[in-house]
């Protein structure tokens, strides 16, 4: 319910009358001048992520939010010394207003009328199904969203294979399929496709020039997986119950006009309202205030109309949200550097990531494009990556047209990169983090952060170099 309370202080805010600010003068983080060392807190966080689950669980448990907030204040602190209140007030509220109130919003909605369908009877993992279930996900994920699609089916997928010791594999390639790569048909999939139809890139463009890698990627994880999963199927010391014969049945079925609204949402974000409020140079259109309170009255009326026995069948709680807004806060804030360094281009401090996309002629590198997007995308945030990528093949004479139609390559390049490779670690992309969080709620022992990195260097990393060979 601490979720809930600070969503309505949140909508609270975004009440508040118009306050006066000079737009035109706002504070610029000039990335070509930063020191890579404003990169410790962001690495911080990763590496807290990645290691107290190791060495210190029980601590890390109990205390995750108090360590994500260190990393924050360690941030925040060092960059109001350096860089003055006048920056450090521009970019908390640019962060927080302008992106992590509508991200965590959005999961928040999804996460909850999700949590209110539940699956019943007789549903059995075996690998056929288990299978099946991975393929659905991955093409509702372009039309629902990546985050819609995984929390829609994942207590469905831990349930079926509940009766299964060795299942770990089975949330791996959940995250893989449903949780990143299913998401490349369209704007609605994965938020670097949205930025991308914002920026004029159109709705259908992304289906025709994505349709072929998305569907070899998938089957070549789907088989990969059917393959896997039958091998640990055989390994099982038992079987499954075969007595009994309970009728499939869907309670919560509310919930899925919820869904819709969720998109109606999302889609209403793109359209220019005008500005609702500017505090401190930082303008909030009401597109915003509309899509965050839409999210927030659907995460209401989902809770009142769903039964609690709904939602106690699915082992819903609230900590795996409640994980990913205390350590996303941190995430978003501390990233400012890392991708104020990528904006500077070529001559900035990431300069040598930027070099690699155009060769000593002019001439764009797709392959390049595609792999230095998907690898910072599997750290940073995927969309402003993505975004920075994008204006630096448009660079000061292209359009985006140009780039749809004469550098579609490029483009799809980018696209590519920013949507699969969210999927290489935990953080790549919002739902991963959820997925691993409800996982674990249901006495699945996830891997480690570096341990899931494993897993998409031994099946991604090779699934990614042939596509490298197939489309660049």
Known sequence: MRILTLAGMLLAFFAFPTLAADVHHAPHLDGAGLSLLWVIPF???????????LVAPHFWHHHYGKVSLFWGSVFTLSFLMFQGWNMTLFYLLEVYLLEFIPFIMLLLALFTIAGGIRLKGRLVGTPVLNTGILLIGTVLASFMGTTGAAMLLIRPLIRANAWRTRKVHIIVFFIFLVANIGGSLTPLGDPPLFLGFLKGVSFFWTMEHMFLPMVTASAVLLAVFFLLDTWMAGKEPGKPDSDDTTALAVEGTPNFLLLLGVIGAVLASSVDM???FTVHHVSVGWASVVQVSALLALTFISMKITRA???DGNGFTWEPIREVAKLFATIFITMVPAIAMLKAGAEGPLGAVIRTVVDDQGNF???????????????LDNAPTYVVFLNTALGESLTVQQLMTDFADT???????????????YIGNAPNFMVKSIAEENKIPMPSFFGYMAWSVAILIPTFILLTLLFF
Do not use: D, K, Q, Y
């Open 274 to 276: 005008g500005i609702a």
């Open 309 to 311: 026995e709904t939602r």
């Open 43 to 53: 690495v911080g966080i990763l590496l807290s992520i990645a290691l107290f689950p």
């Open 411 to 425: 483009l799809t390049a980018i696209s590519m990169g920013a949507v699969f490779m969210g999927a290489n670690t």
């Open 365 to 379: 590198v797709n392959a390049a494009f595609f792999w230095a997007t998907g690898i910072l995308s599997s750290f």
